[in-house]
């Protein structure tokens, strides 16, 4: 069986665009399967095409009434990651938000936690700047460094997709 590997743009940029690419190349042979390398690519394996359309749902405990509700509702199972949740369907089937406000809820519950994320790595990052520019020791220095990249990196992670998913709510909460 042949895998594949497609960049993730950063669902929380360009989940329409994203799920519209995995569509075409699930009716070119190549069907989603997962992520890979931390969610940064998308894992597809070589199939028959078909035509299939793609959502994503977020729940943090799901049980086995809400996996009902989306089978009977014609959507399959494909990957779970964390609260996300991805399903596939025919391009027929009813989508799973229908309504604006759905959508804003949604979106509205990705930007708390984002946020809540943000704060969490800001912490860590604000004290790696405090200490790297106060420690006069040679050998502490570059841990401090290492150390400081690495709370740059997560809260940039936890940042951006904050910023999108504020951006989301925003432009939604005019439309309600």
Do not use: C
Not at 6 to 22: C, H, I, P, T
Not at 29 to 40: H, P, V
Not at 55 to 83: C, K, M, N
Not at 128 to 146: A, D, Y
């Amino acid at each position: 069986m042949k895998h594949k590997y497609v960049m993730n743009r950063g669902l929380a940029f360009s989940e329409e665009k994203d799920l519209r690419k995995l569509s075409d190349l699930a009716a070119a042979g190549w069907k989603f399967e997962g992520f890979a390398m931390f969610g940064f690519f998308y894992r597809l394996r070589q199939a028959e095409p078909e035509a299939v359309q793609y959502s994503i749902h977020h729940e943090q405990q799901p049980d086995s009434s809400y996996w009902t509700l989306f089978a009977e509702s014609g959507w399959r199972h494909v990957v779970s990651t964390g609260d996300m949740h991805v399903f596939e369907a025919a391009p027929e089937a009813v989508p799973m938000y229908t309504d604006v406000s759905t959508i804003h809820e949604n979106y509205l519950s990705l930007q708390q936690q984002f946020g809540r994320w943000s704060l969490w790595t800001l912490l860590p990052l604000i004290l790696m700047m405090v200490l790297t520019n106060v420690t006069q020791s040679v050998w502490l220095t570059p841990i401090l460094t290492v150390l400081l990249i690495m709370s740059v990196t997560a809260f940039v992670f936890s940042f951006m997709p904050y910023l999108a998913y504020l951006r989301k709510t925003k432009k939604l909460s005019r439309e309600l």
